[in-house]
């Protein structure tokens, strides 16, 4: 049971480009969320997705898109990669309303990302 | 909106002493939940204790427990006989109970970076 798993670790990109952090989790969760950590600071929500193919927007959406079309990944694309957008980011998951009062939020290891 | 403050940037303690790290909140819900997270250097988030709006008794897990005040909306940890392995930042988190219309998305603190001295 790998959890909640996060690819790349470490990125640097170029003002400009693109890429897409990619999130996986085998929990059979149906909640999944992005947050970014910046140095510092609390996470903040980027993204979040109640289920497959339902995914609503956060605290900091702007320069980021989502998709959801399994239940087990959830891709986080940067299109046009800025300076503001270096951060560390940490992909999230729950079981949601089938969790009940108890839902807990586990979360992936990080993706430290640095655009230059 | 919810907010979730965090007041103390650092905290130290000595190993084997008592530490209390202090977390307000402020919040128009009346039930909802409040978390302690711990990241240490790894970056891994970790979930120490979290505590139910609607439970007057205050949550406890081993060396560490809550005192939750919920009129002043206060959520502070305590962490007895700290160790080394402590040594993190500690961040509060709020979640609204009403799951349906906010994902179970949470909102954190700022953190308290905390040291732990041999």
């Known amino acids: 049971n790998a959890g909640v798993t996060q690819t790349p670790k470490f990125r640097i990109l170029k003002i400009g480009q693109s890429m897409t952090l990619q999130c996986a989790q085998d929990?059979?969760?149906?909640?999944m969320y992005w947050y970014r950590q910046d140095p510092g600071m609390g996470l903040k929500l980027i993204y979040y997705s109640v289920g497959a193919g339902i995914t609503d927007k956060g605290e900091v959406p702007n320069g980021y898109n989502v998709s959801r079309s399994t239940t087990e990944d959830f891709p986080l694309r940067l299109e046009l990669a800025a300076p503001s957008q270096t951060s560390v980011y940490f992909c999230a998951s729950s079981f949601g309303l089938a969790g009940g009062q108890l839902d807990t939020q586990y979360f992936g290891p990080g993706t430290r990302l640095t655009v230059l | 909106a919810q907010t979730v403050t965090q007041s103390q940037p650092e905290m130290s303690v000595q190993e084997a002493e008592t530490v209390t790290l202090s977390c307000t909140y402020d919040?128009?819900?009346?039930?909802?939940?409040l978390f302690w997270y711990k990241q240490p250097p790894s970056r891994q988030m970790i979930l120490v204790i979290r505590?139910?709006?609607?439970?007057?008794q205050n949550a406890t897990e081993n060396r560490f427990s809550v005192n939750f005040q919920k009129a002043a909306k206060s959520f502070s940890l305590k962490i007895s006989d700290s160790q080394l392995g402590d040594a993190a930042m500690y961040f509060c988190a709020y979640r609204s109970s009403y799951q349906e219309t906010s994902g179970s998305r949470l909102t954190f603190g700022e953190g308290t970076q905390l040291t732990v001295n041999p």
């Open positions: 929990m059979n969760h149906n909640y």
């Open positions: 919040t128009s819900e009346s039930d909802y939940y």
């Open positions: 505590q139910e709006a609607y439970k007057q």
